[in-house]
């Protein structure tokens, strides 16, 4: 177990809905970060949260949003869901440990969004 | 762009055979490798990491990688496979920047047969 826990596991959804996923990073972390893994792809980046702001943004739509709060929790909103946003969702939680550089990424186990 | 090329998509080998999966990576100044494994069902997990220093790195489960600079590479090696290797394995690096952003490989699916 990494200690990062996604919510929900699985979700449907159809086409045109907004969606809202749910992570709690690993205890002591301060970052997280989202990535989309297609099916029969690598993760792709999303976005990154530090100190409760972005900081960092992959080729990823607008409609694609975050937050991070106080306690480092974050959530990924998705509107005007599409057909092509079904894909697992994956929370990475990590530190900045100063001098540009983060410790290693924990991931969760991910929440399975279906676009019906 | 950074990007990471893994060269094998699916590999079936047998059981205490060898194991070599090859990952590059582009160039993109510093930059920290990583191999993922992902049990069907199951999280992302670290099998190891090569930040700096030794460029023979060892991992869990028996697993080790070895940096070649010159060759932007960071190929994953493990001398006797076992049934429960099978599994998703990704190459990853991350570029030194103003954000943690990791670049992953496609995967390669490894299935060990009895």
């Known amino acids: 177990e990494t200690g990062v826990t996604q919510s929900p596991t699985h979700l449907i959804k159809t086409r045109g809905q907004q969606v809202t996923l749910r992570c709690s990073s690993q205890s002591g972390h301060n970052t997280v970060s989202w990535y989309q893994q297609a099916l029969g792809q690598g993760p792709q980046f999303i976005f990154q949260?530090?100190?409760?702001?972005?900081?960092g943004r992959g080729n990823f739509p607008p409609r694609f949003s975050g937050l991070q709060f106080p306690n480092y929790s974050s959530e990924l909103n998705v509107n005007a869901l599409e057909l092509d946003d079904s894909a697992l969702y994956l929370c990475?939680?990590?530190?900045?440990?100063?001098?540009?550089?983060?410790?290693?990424?924990?991931f969760g186990q991910g929440t399975r969004l279906t676009v019906v | 762009a950074q990007s990471v090329s893994q060269h094998n998509h699916h590999v079936i080998l047998s059981e205490a055979a060898s194991l070599e999966l090859g990952c590059n990576y582009s160039y993109g100044g510093t930059v920290n490798l990583f191999w993922y494994v992902q049990y069907p069902g199951q999280h992302l997990q670290l099998l190891l990491k090569?930040?700096?220093?030794?460029?023979l790195v060892k991992g869990i489960k028996g697993f080790e990688a070895e940096f070649i600079k010159s060759k932007f590479s960071f190929n994953l090696r493990k001398p006797s496979v076992q049934w429960s290797d099978t599994a998703e394995y990704f190459c990853?690096?991350?570029?030194?920047?103003?954000?943690?952003?990791?670049?992953f490989g496609i995967g390669t699916k490894l299935q060990v047969i009895p």
């Open positions: 990475a939680s990590s530190s900045y440990a100063g001098t540009g550089g983060w410790t290693e990424a924990f």
């Open positions: 990853a690096a991350q570029y030194s920047g103003g954000y943690q952003k990791v670049t």
């Open positions: 949260y530090y100190r409760e702001e972005e900081n």
């Open positions: 090569y930040f700096s220093g030794d460029p």
